[in-house]
């Protein structure tokens, strides 16, 4: 059964006239995103101290913006949750998931980076991939600045976001600086979907199949880059040694089984991995806290996870 405060928020999108995303161009839709906010994501809630800042690689700026969670020191050295934003790789931006990094970084007592990867189709596959990248690259050599513990850095985000930070654990596998763990929210991992839930939820759950095949034209500049591991993390020919991991679905969402998927290959690879499906939810819905209350439960629960994770729970 669809949580009725789910069923609502659709009844409610439908109500206001919200377009698809797929009908508009990606500057309109980005609009159309950020101005959602107002319908269904809560007050932001206070935290310590944000920081703005901009890293510069290969002379592409990349915003970074900074959370340090309520209770903590300015000097403190915290670990950090870098995280990437949902959208598509199309939309989404500090702006639009500000209330989430808001709620990890207290609920994780963490640091938080959100980071504001290029987007498509301006800037397409795989840019966010290099930004990641560059960003994970930036957090350790400003570790002290940021007064966070460089061998604790996590990785995660949401939907497109957990592509980008699957995929990032993939590429600095090895490397002697590399994330201590992955927060896997309804992550798109394959850039062929053909699940039962993309069949069974990809018309009237908010995420449809036409709107995921225009967000992956807008990311992929060409179809061979769907088999790419850094597009499509679940087609990488291994996943052992990988960072432990948090992968969180929701049942009514066309990524939902491909989320799965990806938690049984990190476990079946020997890595540590916890996999939570909130079974009545739809694709998006810890950005929707408004109006779904099972997004603070959710983002409680990944903030939690990290906690415990961090203190060797």
């Known amino acids: ?183 896997l929210i309804y992550p798109a991992v394959t850039m062929r979907p053909d699940t039962p839930s993309y069949h069974a939820n990809g018309q009237g759950y908010m995420l449809t199949q036409d709107a995921m095949r225009w967000y992956t034209a807008n990311y992929l500049s060409q179809d061979q880059d769907a088999d790419d591991w850094r597009a499509s993390p679940l087609m990488a020919t291994s996943h052992a040694d990988l960072p432990a991991a948090l992968v969180l679905t929701a049942g009514f969402d066309p990524l939902r089984d491909e989320g799965l998927l990806y938690a049984d290959a990190l476990s079946q690879a020997g890595v540590a991995t916890q996999y939570v499906c909130f079974e009545r939810q739809i694709h998006g819905f810890v950005t929707m806290g408004r109006v779904i209350r099972e997004a603070q439960t959710a983002l409680t629960l990944c903030g939690h996870a990290l906690k415990r994770h961090w203190a060797g729970v």
């Open 1 to 183: 059964m669809l949580d009725p405060q789910a069923r609502q928020f659709l009844q409610l999108m439908a109500d206001q006239g919200v377009p698809p995303a797929h009908t508009l161009t990606a500057p309109q839709a980005r609009q159309a995103y950020l101005k959602r906010r107002s319908l269904s994501q809560p007050d932001a809630p206070a935290v310590a101290a944000t920081h703005d800042h901009v890293l510069t690689h290969n002379g592409v700026d990349i915003a970074v913006r900074e959370y340090r969670p309520l209770g903590s020191q300015a000097h403190d050295r915290l670990p950090a949750l870098l995280y990437f934003h949902g959208g598509g790789w199309t939309v989404g931006d500090i702006e639009t998931h500000d209330v989430v990094c808001r709620s990890l970084c207290n609920a994780s007592g963490t640091s938080v980076l959100s980071v504001d990867y290029r987007l498509g189709p301006e800037a397409p596959f795989p840019a966010a991939y290099e930004d990641a990248v560059a960003s994970f690259e930036w957090a350790v050599a400003h570790a002290d600045k940021l007064h966070i513990d460089a061998q604790r850095i996590a990785v995660g985000g949401d939907s497109a976001g957990g592509n980008i930070a699957a995929a990032l654990c993939l590429g600095l596998r090895g490397q002697a600086a590399h994330p201590g763990f992955q927060l």
